[in-house]
């Protein structure tokens, strides 16, 4: 992790890959005054990220995820932009998961989340044992 005393340290979660979440993450930090303040990590899937920069970047400016420590949550994504299922949502909520376990062992002061799946209207809940419960 690329540490600076000065600056807040958060973890973005990527969300849905299917989703929004890669195109909104890396198109918010290609914006300078994102990261001016705070030293982000990403926890997600890195090869969905490099594939949504190289699908997307010659259409509008992304942040290049080599820019950024990443934190890769291996996770079998077998899916298309668009067209989430299971594993995709399941995907989102390890990704959480495991920003909350290194933000309670104080690795980050905060936790910044991309849009979680929202499967046909209904809400979710994950409940961590001993640990927090999410209501989406």
Excluded: C
């Excluded at 400016?61 to 080599?66: R, S, T, Y």
């Excluded at 668009?82 to 104080?106: D, H, M, P, R």
């Excluded at 989340?113 to 809400?123: E, F, V």
């Amino acid at each position: 992790m690329n540490i600076n005393n000065n600056k807040v340290n958060l973890v973005l979660t990527m969300g849905d890959a299917a989703g929004i979440g890669p195109e909104v993450i890396l198109k918010a930090l290609a914006d300078s005054s994102i990261t001016e303040d705070a030293n982000i990590t990403i926890i997600g899937d890195r090869p969905w990220l490099e594939h949504t920069y190289h699908s997307f970047s010659h259409v509008t400016n992304l942040a290049h995820p080599d820019n950024f420590d990443i934190i890769d949550v291996s996770y079998p994504l077998q899916s298309s932009w668009g067209e989430g299922n299971a594993q995709t949502g399941e995907a989102s909520f390890l990704y959480l998961e495991k920003a909350i376990q290194l933000t309670l062992e104080g690795k980050f002061e905060g936790i910044v989340t991309a849009p979680l799946p929202n499967i046909y209207g209904k809400k979710q809940v994950m409940i961590i044992p001993g640990k927090q419960r999410f209501w989406h």
